[in-house]
């Protein structure tokens, strides 16, 4: 494999370019068909799926796309970082399907997506801290009642301490590349779920074999009324096992499927 000149910033500056623009119109691509179905094709019809009927008003969309595609930019410098290592040597990627197992692939994805959620758990409530909440982490909770669009809706600070995680992971898990795409595209989607302000889980999802543990809209809107609850990014086990997992959740899911 080549090596990457790292000396050469206009081709690192073309690199994040061509991330930013594909980490972007996912944002975009995923969030969008979420507002369209939920809030502009048959806004009503989800009324009993809806959490919270606060007010919106499309000042505060334009802020929460705003933030968002500054996001996108910090986390397509992470996946050029990621690309630069990588190309270098310097990571455990794998190009070739056939270097590890095929189970290695699902597995790999799990472990990445289990040490993430570790680290954002233990991170989102390190930035619940009074000081730290009104530094970096008040402007996602600008959004009381939140939307697809509020996905990436983040402080440059909390940004960078949300983009720097899986360039770390690759540093030591082996992964085929298309495992991290799939990784990436995951937190899109599941972050556009869990911010659409619309339940879309079936009636008794929680008590699931899988639905206990994933992470809904219920679930997550919660964490932007109460605060202290509900830290979790795609499963609720730290939640359960910590204690900080919201005693309205079960009720409020019912509410909103029955």
């Known amino acids: 494999m080549n090596e990457y000149d790292f000396s050469n910033p206009l081709t690192f500056a073309g690199l994040t370019g061509l991330l930013f623009l594909i980490v972007a119109l996912r944002y975009v691509f995923i969030a969008g068909i979420f507002y369209v179905i939920f809030y502009v094709f048959n806004p009503k019809g989800f009324d009993r799926r809806r959490i919270f009927n606060g007010h919106k008003n499309s000042k505060q969309y334009r802020k929460e796309f705003a933030w968002s595609i500054f996001t996108s930019l910090l986390f397509a410098i992470?996946?050029?970082?990621?690309?630069?290592?990588?190309?270098?040597?310097?990571?455990?990627?794998?190009?070739?399907?056939?270097?590890?197992?095929?189970?290695?692939?699902?597995?790999?994805?799990?472990i990445?997506?289990?040490?993430?959620?570790?680290?954002?758990?233990?991170?989102?409530?390190?930035?619940?801290?009074?000081?730290?909440?009104?530094?970096?982490?008040?402007?996602?909770?600008?959004?009381?009642?939140?939307?697809?669009?509020?996905?990436f809706s983040f402080h440059?600070?909390?940004?960078?301490?949300?983009?720097?995680?899986?360039?770390?992971?690759?540093?030591?898990?082996?992964?085929?590349?298309?495992?991290?795409?799939?990784?990436?595209?995951?937190?899109?989607?599941?972050?556009?779920?869990?911010?659409?302000?619309?339940?879309?889980?079936?009636?008794?999802?929680?008590?699931?074999?899988?639905?206990?543990w994933l992470i809904g809209a219920t679930h997550h809107s919660l964490h932007h009324t109460q605060y202290r609850f509900n830290f979790g990014l795609y499963f609720t086990f730290w939640d359960k096992w910590m204690k900080t997992e919201s005693e309205n959740y079960v009720s409020n899911f019912k509410k909103h499927t029955s």
């Open 78 to 110: 992470a996946g050029a970082a990621i690309i630069v290592l990588w190309q270098n040597g310097y990571t455990a990627i794998y190009d070739d399907i056939d270097a590890m197992s095929w189970w290695w692939i699902p597995l790999s994805f799990l």
């Open 112 to 151: 990445a997506a289990f040490i993430h959620e570790t680290y954002y758990y233990w991170l989102h409530r390190w930035m619940h801290r009074p000081k730290i909440y009104r530094w970096i982490h008040k402007v996602h909770h600008d959004s009381h009642v939140t939307s697809p669009w509020t996905s």
């Open 156 to 212: 440059p600070g909390e940004g960078v301490l949300q983009s720097i995680v899986i360039p770390i992971v690759v540093l030591f898990l082996p992964m085929h590349y298309w495992t991290i795409v799939g990784l990436l595209t995951f937190m899109t989607l599941t972050s556009a779920i869990n911010h659409s302000n619309i339940e879309i889980y079936p009636q008794n999802f929680y008590k699931h074999w899988l639905g206990r």
